[in-house]
T-cell receptor, first 113, second 114 residues
Framework: LAKTTQPISMDSYEGQEVNITCSHN???????ITWYQQFPSQGPRFIIQ???TKVTNEVASLFIPADRKSSTLSLPRVSLSDTAVYYC??????????????FGTGTRLQVFP | DSGVTQTPKHLITATGQRVTLRCSPR?????VYWYQQSLDQGLQFLIQ???????AKGNILERFSAQQFPDLHSELNLSSLELGDSALYFC?????????????FGPGTRLTVL
């Protein structure tokens, strides 16, 4: 079961690019990597998901190196509204193994004006 | 709005009591997940149901139980409540069985045990 490690907190300023790295050293072959965003007292919200290399959508990019032991969520030009907790989740997609779903400790991102 | 609904939004009760939290998944989603989030524990996976059957268990206490009904809504039952059970309880749903796919979270039920 892949466990994840993330920085506890990060600070940034509006307009900057933010990169949050998640370590998952014992990721399994069938595991995907998913990132969620959570605002206070709200449920987490899906941001992006990937298996290898790079994935980009309208809000973020996800970089996954060849060994897949880590991943980096990249938020371009953050704004104050990006202040939230970001979770890295590693999950097994195979129908044969519905394993426990472990969210990481989360990274608390604070964006300053 | 994720399409997942949870009731009630807030629940205040006393130690030793029993409560039931309800979740209605998005239309068409067969998987329902329950999570507990307290200040000191982060987001903890409790249990998953798929199309009425229990499919995965996390750190769920024996005092807690859940079920998913034929109409796919789910209930989480918490009994013999303790002060430490005070937390936000989230329900999430997804289309498929497995854990790789996008989960849609409800707004949560805030449980306060006095």
């Amino acid at each position: 079961l892949a466990k994840t490690t993330q920085p506890i907190s990060m600070d940034s300023y509006e307009g900057q690019e933010v990169n949050i790295t998640c370590s998952h050293n014992n990721i399994a072959t069938n595991d995907y990597i998913t990132w969620y965003q959570q605002f206070p007292s709200q449920g987490p919200r899906f941001i992006i998901q990937g298996y290898k290399t790079k994935v980009t959508n309208e809000v973020a990019s996800l970089f996954i190196p060849a060994d897949r032991k880590s991943s980096t969520l990249s938020l371009p030009r953050v704004s104050l509204s990006d202040t939230a907790v970001y979770y890295c989740l590693v999950g097994d997609p195979t129908l044969m193994n519905t394993d426990k779903l472990i969210f990481g400790t989360g990274t608390r991102l604070q964006v300053f004006p | 709005d994720s399409g997942v609904t949870q009731t009630p939004k807030h629940l205040i009760t006393a130690t030793g009591q029993r409560v039931t939290l309800r979740c209605s998944p998005r239309s068409g989603d067969l998987s329902v997940y329950w999570y507990q989030q307290s200040l000191d524990q982060g987001l903890q996976f409790l249990i998953q149901y798929y199309n009425g059957e229990e499919r995965a268990k996390g750190n769920i206490l024996e005092r807690f139980s859940a079920q998913q009904f034929p109409d796919l809504h789910s209930e989480l039952n918490l009994s013999s409540l303790e002060l430490g059970d005070s937390a936000l309880y989230f329900c999430a749903s997804s289309v498929r069985l497995a854990g790789d796919n996008e989960q849609f979270f409800g707004p949560g039920t805030r449980l306060t045990v006095l």
